[in-house]
């Protein structure tokens, strides 16, 4: 039989209506990026831990991995050893400091590990697979890209990249002579890429891919509706829009389409994947029952996946005598596909997004302003400076007493004005400028944003 050759250039992939998009099940980031593409993905969206026809072997790799960096995510603040063994994990995956610049191609630690589990066989039953029809293959983490490079995949491959600053581990080990194409959120990621030898005609900027159902289309419908029902909540003294009313007229609406909303201030509070930090939910709570009670205010507890979280939430609200109060809600949903459509759903109605700083600080795009918690290692704190640095992003000052802080904020017009940078300035397309690419061969790349 003759061996089906493809070719690797772009004008391959205008001829595709699908791709193969392949992600892992660790944590929320990689999955909540390719959820968005899911509508174009051949045989829905693939994770590569967990694929049919994956080895033992290689289950066993990929769930030991992921098993210890919740644990040590979620514990450690609370023992010694567990401090420990958090700076040991964080410093093997750190991001060198981006400036000078000068030649990061050097592999890294946990480069090379990975490497190790590709060459033992990680991933090479799903690349055999797939190349019995190589679609554009399109994968939100790392590793994957790796594999089908090293297994010899006969289409074009493409990384999404999922953070604001990357580590040498995005980058394939020999970078130079690599024909993975990387989709970057930014352009600090397209110079970072570049450090680590990259070569720029196999990097695009895309942006982060949103989910479609937050933004509606390429003329931005519900992204703006949203956004203006948004604004009064924030700036329930108007004094935001009284400063800028010509910036808010140049790029979203009349001032005048600015009114009062259906519903309170509605604060959505995520936990990360590994579900740490939970305990500030708590805290929201406890400090926020009067407000809750009384419809000023509506609070959404983010459980993701996580049955654990989602007990912890409903035993706090028990505790807190909250368990009948109609203006909290826990966002849960053991499948990790339905959880996004939920938690997608309900940010619509949210004024505020409080997270530590993760992918979901792309959301800022959406006009979402966010208050960031404390940062869970490294690559969080470049991903903190990047949301610090288009003004869309807060700092949260101490949860126990958010119950002055936050509305001396709200006063002043400041989460609105977060909301307003982020939406102009935090690339919001992704997810159309990646199909244009992969899809059609069009190039559509980011030109109006910093390098940051």
Known sequence: MTKKFVSHS??????????????????????????????????????????????????????????????????????IIGKLAFAIMDHYQKIEPFYPRRDLSKNS???????????????????????????????????????????????????????????????????????????????????????????????????????????????????????????????????????????IEDYLCPIKEIKKNKHPLTITFAVGGAGAQREIGYTLLKKLTKRLKKNELILNLVAGSRNDVYLYFKNTLIECGLSRCRNINIIYHENKIE????????????????????????????????????????????????LLAIGAGIDSEDPEYVDEWLFDWLDSGWLAEAAMEGYLDAPKMGTYNIEDLVLRGRVSEIEDVHLL
């Not at 968005?36 to 790799?61: C, F, H, T």
């Not at 194409?181 to 890429?193: F, H, I, Q, S, T």
Request: hydrophobic share 35%.
């Open 10 to 79: 772009p004008q391959r992939s205008r001829q595709n209506k699908k791709m193969y998009v392949v992600s892992v099940d660790m944590g929320y980031g990689h999955q909540r990026a390719s959820y968005p593409l899911i509508a174009n993905a051949e045989g829905g969206v693939i994770n590569a831990n967990q694929y049919k026809g994956i080895s033992r072997w290689e289950e066993k790799s990929w769930n030991g991995g992921r098993k210890w960096y919740e644990i040590i995510s979620r514990f450690k603040n609370s023992l």
């Open 109 to 247: 630690p946990q480069q090379k590990w990975f490497y190790k589990q590709v060459e033992k066989g990680l991933g090479k039953n799903l690349i055999e697979e797939l190349n019995k029809d190589p679609l554009p293959y399109l994968t939100t983490f790392f590793a994957p890209a790796y594999s089908a490079e090293y297994n010899n995949y006969q289409g074009d491959i493409y990384c999404v990249v999922c953070d604001a600053d990357v580590a040498r581990a995005w980058a394939s080990r020999d970078a130079q002579n690599s024909r993975i194409r990387y989709l970057a959120p930014n352009k600090r990621v397209r110079e970072r890429l570049k450090l680590y030898g990259v070569k720029s005609k196999n990097i695009f900027i895309t942006g982060f891919p949103l989910p479609k159902e937050n933004i509606g289309g390429r003329n931005q419908k519900i992204l703006k509706h949203d956004l203006k029902s948004r604004i009064y909540n924030l700036d329930p003294q108007g004094i935001y829009r009284k400063k800028y009313s010509e910036l």
């Open 339 to 386: 959880y996004f459509k939920i938690f997608n759903q309900a940010l619509r109605v949210t004024d505020i997004l409080w997270t530590k700083p993760s992918e979901l600080t792309f959301y800022s795009g959406l006009g979402l302003p966010i208050i960031m918690s404390e940062p869970v290692g490294s690559q969080e704190r470049y991903i903190r400076d990047w």
